[in-house]
């Protein structure tokens, strides 16, 4: 087995965020789903974040026609910073610089929405041959539950791809990607994937193992997607491009393991768990919680009896 010492180092992510958002019209209407509010920060500031505590100083969005507001974002606010300068508000100068600081930023156009093979295809000549992150911005994973860097640590040791894998009822497995895996002996989280079906029809799911949105990748997957066709939906499926890389060498950059997760996990692409993560995180917070924990359990034990 190669040593982790010899693996080129992961230090690039790609964040495709070129998705029309059609689940939250209007609102998404003029403003970029991944800019909705989650507390006071934007969804994808969540997901940078993320990038940055696993190492990940090079980042790629991925983006489409009016997404303008994510460059803006990430982007020094000049007027901004200056107002709250000369106002002595130290406390919300450092919030809006806090999203320029995270790491380097880069942004490329997806064109034709050709579904997420397509969107990760487009990332090829900034990752440059390099094992890089994906990281999808509707998948919001809890800071204190880390996910990112264990699954570099396993492409690091086994080479190859690595997904991210979440046990869920065998009644909602028809809305993932799902995998078929076995164990291989590094540990109680980590399986070899040896099959990866996307979105199967009931009572075909080789699992309950879904994938979700982590994705540590060789660039091989790049030969693969070019020869992928479309799949589910008529959209080029990464699930399929990583069932392909699960058939290669090895030694190649081929093989795909699978880092089991169960820690806490949002899917902001989804209104009512969009809402359980607001609620979540704000009864958390320590500047909000007190007060909005007290306002909540008012709330539900008068307003929700029924």
Same mark, same amino acid.
């Given at each position: 087995m190669t040593t982790t010492s010899?693996? /080129?180092?992961?230090?690039?992510?790609?964040v495709p965020a070129?998705?029309?958002?059609?689940?939250?019209?209007?609102?998404?209407k003029a403003t970029p789903k991944e800019?909705?509010?989650?507390?006071?920060?934007?969804?994808?500031?969540?997901?940078?974040?993320?990038?940055?505590?696993?190492?990940?100083?090079d980042?790629?969005?991925?983006?489409?026609?009016?997404?303008?507001?994510?460059e803006d974002h990430f982007d020094r606010a000049y007027e901004l910073e200056e107002l709250l300068v000369r106002k002595g508000d130290e406390d919300r100068l450092r919030r809006v610089r806090e999203s320029v600081e995270l790491a380097n930023m880069h942004y490329v156009r997806q064109g034709d929405p050709k579904g997420l093979g397509h969107a990760v295809s487009?990332?090829?000549?900034?990752?440059?041959?390099q094992p890089f992150a994906v990281l999808l911005g509707d998948d919001l994973i809890d800071?204190?539950?880390?996910?990112?860097?264990?699954?570099?640590?396993?492409?690091?040791?086994?080479?190859?791809?690595?997904?991210?894998?979440?046990?869920?009822?065998?009644?909602?497995i028809h809305l993932y990607g799902c995998a078929a895996v076995k164990a291989n002996g590094f540990g109680e989280d980590v399986f070899e994937v040896t099959d990866l079906v996307e979105k199967p029809e009931p009572g075909e799911a080789p699992s309950n193992y879904a994938v979700i949105g982590r994705y540590v990748l060789d660039p091989l997957v790049f030969d693969v997607l070019r020869e992928t066709k479309p799949g589910r939906g008529g959209e080029i499926q990464l699930t399929d491009a990583l069932r392909e890389l699960t058939t290669r060498d090895a030694a190649e950059g081929g093989k795909v393991h699978g880092v089991l997760f169960k820690g806490r996990r949002?899917?902001?692409?989804?209104?009512?768990?969009?809402?359980?993560? /607001?609620?979540?995180?704000?009864a958390e917070r320590e500047d909000l919680g007190p007060e909005f924990r007290s306002?909540?359990?008012?709330?539900?034990?008068t307003e929700l009896q029924d």
């Amino acid at each position: 087995m190669t040593t982790t010492s010899s693996r /080129i180092p992961v230090t690039k992510a790609v964040v495709p965020a070129a998705g029309l958002g059609t689940r939250f019209l209007p609102a998404t209407k003029a403003t970029p789903k991944e800019m909705l509010p989650v507390v006071d920060k934007p969804a994808i500031q969540y997901v940078v974040e993320e990038a940055s505590a696993a190492g990940l100083s090079d980042i790629l969005m991925v983006t489409g026609r009016n997404k303008r507001a994510l460059e803006d974002h990430f982007d020094r606010a000049y007027e901004l910073e200056e107002l709250l300068v000369r106002k002595g508000d130290e406390d919300r100068l450092r919030r809006v610089r806090e999203s320029v600081e995270l790491a380097n930023m880069h942004y490329v156009r997806q064109g034709d929405p050709k579904g997420l093979g397509h969107a990760v295809s487009v990332a090829e000549q900034h990752v440059a041959g390099q094992p890089f992150a994906v990281l999808l911005g509707d998948d919001l994973i809890d800071p204190r539950d880390p996910l990112l860097s264990r699954m570099i640590e396993v492409q690091q040791e086994f080479g190859g791809s690595v997904v991210a894998l979440m046990e869920v009822e065998p009644s909602q497995i028809h809305l993932y990607g799902c995998a078929a895996v076995k164990a291989n002996g590094f540990g109680e989280d980590v399986f070899e994937v040896t099959d990866l079906v996307e979105k199967p029809e009931p009572g075909e799911a080789p699992s309950n193992y879904a994938v979700i949105g982590r994705y540590v990748l060789d660039p091989l997957v790049f030969d693969v997607l070019r020869e992928t066709k479309p799949g589910r939906g008529g959209e080029i499926q990464l699930t399929d491009a990583l069932r392909e890389l699960t058939t290669r060498d090895a030694a190649e950059g081929g093989k795909v393991h699978g880092v089991l997760f169960k820690g806490r996990r949002y899917d902001t692409g989804d209104r009512a768990d969009y809402l359980r993560a /607001i609620v979540r995180l704000a009864a958390e917070r320590e500047d909000l919680g007190p007060e909005f924990r007290s306002w909540l359990r008012g709330f539900v034990a008068t307003e929700l009896q029924d």
